[in-house]
Nanobody, 122 residues
Framework: QVQLVESGGGSVQDGGSLRLSCAAS?????MAWFRQAPGKEREGVAGICNDGRTTYADSVKGRFTISRNNAKKTLDLQMNSLKTDETAIYYC???????????????????WGQGTQVTVSL
């Protein structure tokens, strides 16, 4: 199983930006970011695979950018124009090939990080 460690979380004001990073013990074909707000289910935010394709949840399109550096074994998530309802724990996930239409489904990933807290306040 892949070891994943997230960093970069913190507190930011509404409309602010944060950049999350995930360090992986090894490279996998697909990686993704998920988030879980208090009392809610974990949801997919963005995914990227080695086929070069990226997938975004509709709610973050145009504001979030996912990227990966295979040489450094890292996955990043640049988050701009953050909203208060995006306060959540953000998780990095990894697995082998995941079909394009399923890249934001939690069930498709077997390796998970411990998460990093993102708090957006007014």
């Amino acid at each position: 199983q892949v070891q994943l460690v997230e960093s970069g979380g913190g507190s930011v004001q509404d409309g602010g930006s944060l950049r999350l990073s995930c360090a992986a013990s090894t490279i996998t074909y697909c990686m993704a970011w998920f988030r879980q707000a208090p009392g809610k289910e974990r949801e997919g935010v963005a995914g990227i695979c080695n086929d070069g394709r990226t997938t975004y949840a509709d709610s973050v399109k145009g504001r979030f950018t996912i990227s990966r550096n295979n040489a450094k074994k890292t996955l990043d998530l640049q988050m701009n124009s953050l909203k208060t309802d995006e306060t959540a724990i953000y998780y990095c996930a990894a697995d082998g090939y995941v079909s394009l239409l399923r890249r934001l489904e939690t069930s498709q990933y077997s390796s998970w990080g411990q998460g990093t807290q993102v708090t957006v306040s007014l």
